[in-house]
């Protein structure tokens, strides 16, 4: 089992900033994909962004790519979702995951409102 809980939600203004961090519970967070999906009431979860277990690959939506950056700290147990330039439409619930074969564990969400 692998409990996630996010946290650095909250409202900022058009073309700030925001750092999202996620704690992962567990001694074998670095076999864990991670990433982060986001979420609009009525609309299905989307893909954000995922990092490999070292940290040394990254993988990005097209709507954040340029203004979002993935990261981790292993040694921490700990990944986090850099976001500048933000957008009124990147306003969501954004969702922590880790992935390893068939597991996959979610975090509990942390909102993020962007006002224009």
């Known amino acids: 089992q692998v409990q996630l809980v996010e946290s650095g939600g909250g409202l900022v203004q058009a073309g700030g900033s925001l750092r999202l961090s996620c704690a992962a519970s567990?001694?074998?967070?670095?076999?864990?994909?991670m990433a982060w999906f986001r979420q609009v009431p009525g609309k299905e979860r989307e893909f954000v962004a995922a990092?490999?277990?070292?940290?040394?690959?990254?993988n990005y939506a097209d709507s954040v790519k340029g203004r979002f950056t993935v990261s981790r700290d292993n040694a921490e147990d700990s990944v986090y979702l850099q976001m500048n330039n933000l957008k009124p439409e990147d306003t969501a619930v954004y969702y922590c995951?880790?992935?390893?074969?068939?597991?996959?564990?979610w975090g509990q969400g942390t909102q993020v409102t962007v006002s224009s």
């Open positions: 990092i490999s277990g070292t940290g040394a690959t990254t």
């Open positions: 995951s880790a992935r390893r074969d068939q597991d996959n564990y």
């Open positions: 567990g001694r074998t967070f670095s076999s864990y994909v």
